[in-house]
């Protein structure tokens, strides 16, 4: 029962342009969506979080966009740079009882000079 | 800055063999959380503690895991005995407060490989 999903496991983006990462979920009780991203051999780090009471949040070059309808969200990073290639990881959980956060499978984002 | 420590950063064993992994939280967390990554997957949540107390194991294979936080800082967890199936990364994490639901900070892992 996978309830966050990340269906492109690999994007391959040229430096400068814009990255679109793309997450889907499943349960209509998430309300705090948070985005991770993992360099080899390193624990995930905090890069942006969303409140359902929202629909966009930006920091910098990062922007998360939330639709509650399609429950889908995306991270969009522009311009991308070399140091941006890690993998990226969302995550969702219902603040209501306090639930657990659930991680995608992410999604591995490479940038190519 | 603060960070969560983890050791060791890899560890190989045999299968059937013990294996333990040390977690120190950032000074002052009251929530910490082992999630186990098998490559190519997201982190899944194995134990959280609430200071000392666990909240959520629901994942956590109790009849080879364990874990404990015995003074509600740092913390253990151990796999005996380790299977082939349990390679992969352990990484802990802590939060400041007392929901599942914050945002969590990692360690660097521990990077098991079962032979």
């Known amino acids: 029962d996978q309830q966050v999903k990340q269906n492109s496991p690999s994007l391959s983006v040229q430096e400068g342009r814009i990255s679109i990462l793309n997450c889907d979920y499943t349960?209509?009780?998430?309300?705090?969506f948070l985005w991770y991203k993992k360099y080899p051999a390193e624990g995930p780090t905090f890069l942006i979080s969303i409140s359902s009471i929202k629909d966009k949040n930006e920091d910098g070059r990062f922007t998360v966009f939330l639709n509650k309808s399609a429950k889908h969200l995306s991270l969009h990073i522009v311009p991308s740079q070399p140091g941006d290639s890690a993998v990226y990881f969302c995550?969702?959980?219902?603040?209501?009882?306090?639930?657990?956060?659930?991680f995608g499978q992410g999604t591995r984002l490479t940038i190519n000079p | 800055e603060a960070e969560v420590a983890q050791s060791p950063r890899y560890k190989i064993t045999e299968k059937s063999q013990a294996v333990a992994f040390w977690c120190d939280p950032i000074s002052g967390h009251a929530t910490l959380y082992w999630y186990r990554q098998i490559l190519g997957q997201g982190p899944e949540l194995l134990v959280q503690f609430q200071d000392e107390s666990v909240v959520d194991d629901s994942q956590l294979p109790k009849d080879r895991f364990s874990a404990e936080r015995l003074k509600g800082v740092d913390s253990t967890l151990k796999i005996q005995p380790a299977e082939l199936g349990d390679s992969a990364m352990y990484l802990c994490?802590?939060?400041?407060?007392?929901?599942?639901?914050?945002?969590?900070?990692f360690g660097s892992g521990t990077q098991l490989s079962v032979l």
């Open positions: 994490a802590s939060s400041l407060g007392r929901t599942a639901n914050e945002k969590l900070f």
């Open positions: 349960n209509s009780m998430f309300d705090y």
């Open positions: 995550a969702a959980s219902a603040r209501q009882g306090a639930q657990k956060l659930v």
